[in-house]
C-alpha cells in the first residue's frame, strides 16, 4: 500500500486541479467546528449514577435516562451515534462533570474542523476554518488554520464524546467494536450561524477547496427553519467559484425528512463530494426510497455488494450526468473493516492511492503511530464478496499483493480496500474525517470536464 502511494502521490498544487507551482499556496475552507470532550462512556454514565437498562434509540435526548438508553443500545451493537441533547441546564451539567473528568481529554471538533486540521498538518497548506470558534478551540487550532474575527465568540460548542473500548463490559453489556456515542446541546452549529461568514470570506481567501458539514445539526430546530437555511445553503455554495470542489462530510442523523430535503432539494447536487460510513449510507437509502432500504440495519460487517448498490444509485439518480444539472461526482465510503471509493467517470484521478491513503490513516490513527504496526491491526473485511447485490455482480477474491480492487458499473468506477483494524485503538473519534481528509488530499479532480 505505500509503494502505492509512494508512485502515485500528486504534489499540492496538482491538487483538486489548481494552480501550478509558484503561484500561490492551495487553500482549503471549512464550515462547522466545536471542542470534542472525549472519555470513558461507562465510567462518565457510572459518575452520573447511572446504570445499564434495556438499550433504546431515541432520535433526541431530553434526560439522563435517555442518554443511558440510547448509549447501551449503541455500545451493544459496537455502531457510532450521534444525537441532539434538548435540555440546556442538563446537558451542561453532564458536561461539567465530563470536563472535570480525570481522564477527559479535549480536542477539535466538528467533521469539517477536524478535516480542516488534518490538512493543516501539511505546511503547504492553509485552511479557513469558519465555525463557532470559543477560547478552548482556538488554543487547539493548528498554526496553519485562520479564523475570521466574525467567528470567534466568547464561549466554545461542546460535545461530548463517549468511547469505549472492543470487548469491554458493563454489568450484562458487552461491546463487539470499539466506537463512540455523541451528544451535544450545540446552537451555533444547528443554526449554521457562520454561512454569512464563509459567504463573506470567499473573494479574499479564493479556497481552492471547501469543507462544509454540520447540516446534521440542524435536526435541533424546526422544519421550517431547516427548510430555509438548507435554501441558503445552496444559495451559498452557488457564490463559490465554478471549478472549485465542494466536500460534504455527513454524520449521523434521525430526522428522516431533513436527510431527504439535504438529498432531493439541490444540497447533492450542488456539492462535488461526498463523505459517509455504513449507518449515514443506510440512513441516507431509507430516507430517499433507495435500493436496501427495507434493511432496518447492518448485521455485522455492511455487505459489499449492498454498499456498491446504494452508492451507484446515488450517483446515478443524483450524480452529475449529461442530462442533470448536478456537480456530485465523487463518494468516499467507510466503515471498520473496508473503504470504497466511487467516482463519476472522467471528473476523477488518482483513486487507488486516495482510497489507499485513507485505509492506512484509519490504521494509524486509531494506534497512534506514525506507520502501520502490523502486530497491533487485524484484517476484518471480507476475503471474498460480490460487487452487487441487484446486478449480475462479479465475485471478487482479495490478492493480499494488491489489495485495492477496482470494478466499473455504467459510467460508475469503484475503488475499494480493506482496512487493517486497530485490535486496541488509542481514539475512535475523528477517524471518519481524517479518513475523507487523507483521501481529498490524494484525489485529483478535472474540474472543467
Known sequence: MDQALEKKRIYPQERWGISPPGKREPNVKSV?????????????????????????????????NDLEEAFVHFMGKGAAAERFFSDKETFHDIAQVASEFPEAQHYVGGNAALIGQKFAANSDLKVLLCGPVGPKLHELLDDNVFVPPESLQEVDEFHLILEYQAGEEWDQLKAPHANRFIFSHDLSNGAMNMLEVFVSSLEEFQPDLVVLSGLHMMEGQSKEFQRKRLLEVVTSISDIPTGVPV?????SMTNKELMS???????FPAVTSLGLNEQELLFLSQSASGPHSSLSSWNGVPDVGVVSDI?????KEHGKSESRASDLSRIHFHTLAYHILATVDGHWANQ???????ARVAATQACATETIDTRRVSLKAPHEFMTSRLEAGSRVVLNPNEPVVEWHREGVSFHFTPVLVCKDPVRTVGLGDAISAEGLFYSEVHPHL
Open 311 to 315: 452508492l451507484f444509485w446515488i450517483l
Open 32 to 64: 462547522n467546528a466545536c471542542v470534542d470532550v472525549v472519555l470513558s462512556g461507562v465510567k462518565l454514565l457510572q459518575a452520573l449514577g447511572l446504570s445499564p437498562g434495556n438499550g433504546k434509540d431515541h432520535s433526541e435526548l431530553h434526560s439522563r
Open 261 to 267: 430535503t439535504i438529498v432531493h432539494q439541490q444540497v
Open 247 to 251: 466536500h460534504l462530510e455527513l454524520a
Open 352 to 358: 487507488l492511492a486516495a482510497v489507499a491513503a485513507g
